[in-house]
């Protein structure tokens, strides 16, 4: 009898009939599904992320690991190529040749610190700055367009310096100018001249020929449109010093004829009004 009572269910605790049963185990199951999911998703999630880094880190250690990286500027057809003088995209402006009338160009910001510059010229240098990190170069533009009374400054602050040297005002001025341009003289008032730099290297001298940032521009600018506006072996042609910062936007075929030739813009236009 007693033997017999010690079988009975605990108090409390009633049996589970078969539905319930089944019930329990699909919801057991459905659990172990969803825990599953998530568990797999975060695994996703995460190989995701460290693939976002691992290719974003790769172009940078190569540029650290490798050093001094060369690039081959490509080859163009331009055979179809006619230029036209009296392209906008083509004015020219220096110390002999003064702006007839102040521009007011479409100007739209070309990086995200807000530096500004033409619209089409802003598009270019954006498009040109994502081809340049995809190899592990970060370019940085340090200035673009100018109001007139911004290029008044400019030049005013760079003739005060040579005047604290000691230089008479006729030496400083034809010194600032051959750095500088005069007031009136400043294409950067377009919107079409970009000042580039690069991270790691921030201040606007010749030791900048000598990074990689420079020599992929070199290679490449021409296919967004820039070029090089006076060159280190062209300053008898523009009468400014080589400035391997300052950079030009002429649009994608004249720049790759321009480049092309090896002519400075002045040069370039001289020939083409001959043609």
Known sequence: MEQHNAQRPAAGRPRLTREQWLARRRRRRLRLVRNWVLFLSACGAAVGLM????????????????????????????????????????????????????????LAAADDAGVQLEKQAAEAYRAMAAAAAQVGIQLRLAGGYQTPEQAQQAFDACKQGYLDDGMSDAEADARAASIVP?????????????????????????????????RWLSAYAADYGFILRWPEDRQAATGMVFEPWHWRYVGVENARAMFASGLSLEEFLAVSRLS
């Open 51 to 106: 693939t976002g880094l691992i290719l974003w880190a790769l172009p940078q250690a190569v540029a650290l690991l490798g050093g001094r990286q060369e690039f081959t500027a490509p080859s163009y057809d331009l055979s179809g190529y006619l230029c036209d003088p009296d392209d906008p995209l083509l004015i020219l402006v220096n110390n002999n040749l003064p702006l007839t009338e102040t521009p007011a160009p479409a």
């Open 182 to 214: 005069r007031p009136g003289c400043n294409e950067s008032v377009t919107g079409f001249a970009a000042e580039i730099l690069a991270e790691g290297y921030d201040t606007k001298d010749t030791g900048f020929a000598d990074t990689d940032a420079f």
